[in-house]
């Protein structure tokens, strides 16, 4: 139906009455200044910049992870990261194209600045993250305790207010432990974060329940088995 229209459309926009090439030229490039106004309007960059987290094509796919970061010399530059088509994704192989859907949905998120953990770090070198705790001192006997991310090597004292980001998702437990995604614990009040692959995976629903209820299942099994092992032991099965 729609196709119908379309060449209909067409049709008349080529009938030998009207000027062809000058009417379908006006069309095209009315159709571009659209879409130029549309995305200047919006605020949205069709090429995002890199962030500190995220300085290139291959950390980038490989946080988003399912296996996308083998692919990642294929792309010749950030650019193109973000503007091949889903066409031209397939021509490079990124197979199946649920697959390509996922990168495009995370290039979309990326555009609009909804990153994963790690997104908003400030300092990041060689593909880490310094996390330092912050103390606040509230009154004499209360501490205020927030983490902080700082330039690599960096201690808290070394450093102003300003120079210190925090990041969200993470906090301080039981006066020393930084807690939070992927935070590794390298000293007291101290942690690092490291770009994993799959770190910002989208991980589906249903499989997670899936797997609490596998694992649910395998506890309940165990303890049937120690049970009648028990029974066995005192002799009584
Ligand atoms: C990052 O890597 C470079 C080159 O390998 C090295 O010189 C530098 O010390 C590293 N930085 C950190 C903070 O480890």
């Known amino acids: 139906m729609k196709s119908l229209r379309i060449s209909a459309a067409l049709g008349l926009l080529f009938r030998p009455s009207a000027t062809p090439s000058v009417t379908a030229l006006g069309l095209r490039a009315q159709t571009q200044t659209r879409w130029a106004h549309k995305s200047a309007s919006s605020g949205v960059p069709l090429v995002p910049s890199p962030i500190p987290f995220v300085p290139d094509v291959e950390t980038f796919l490989t946080l988003i992870g399912r296996?996308?970061?083998?692919?990642a010399s294929k792309f010749p530059t950030w650019e193109s990261l973000f503007t091949l088509s889903s066409d031209q994704l397939r021509e490079l192989g990124i197979e199946p194209a649920r697959t390509r859907r996922y990168l495009l949905r995370w290039r979309e998120n990326f555009r609009y600045g909804k990153f994963g953990p790690g997104g908003d770090f400030k300092y990041v070198e060689n593909g880490t993250a310094d996390?330092?705790?912050?103390?606040v001192e509230k009154s004499p006997l209360v501490k205020d305790r927030r983490v902080v991310n700082v330039p690599p090597g960096k201690k808290v004292d070394e450093l102003s207010p300003g120079e210190m980001v925090r990041p969200k998702g993470y906090h301080v437990e039981r006066v020393k432990a930084i807690v939070g995604p992927y935070a590794l614990p390298k000293g007291?009040?101290?942690?690092q974060v490291k770009v994993?692959?799959?770190m910002w995976e989208d991980k589906r629903g249903h499989k997670v329940d899936g797997g609490e209820r596998r694992r649910e299942e395998v506890r309940f099994k165990k303890r049937v088995a120690e049970r009648k092992a028990l029974r066995e032991a005192q002799g009584y099965y």
Do not use: C, P
């Open 131 to 135: 996390l330092r705790v912050l103390e």
């Open 188 to 191: 007291i009040q101290f942690a």
């Open 67 to 71: 296996g996308l970061k083998q692919h």
């Open 196 to 198: 994993t692959e799959g």
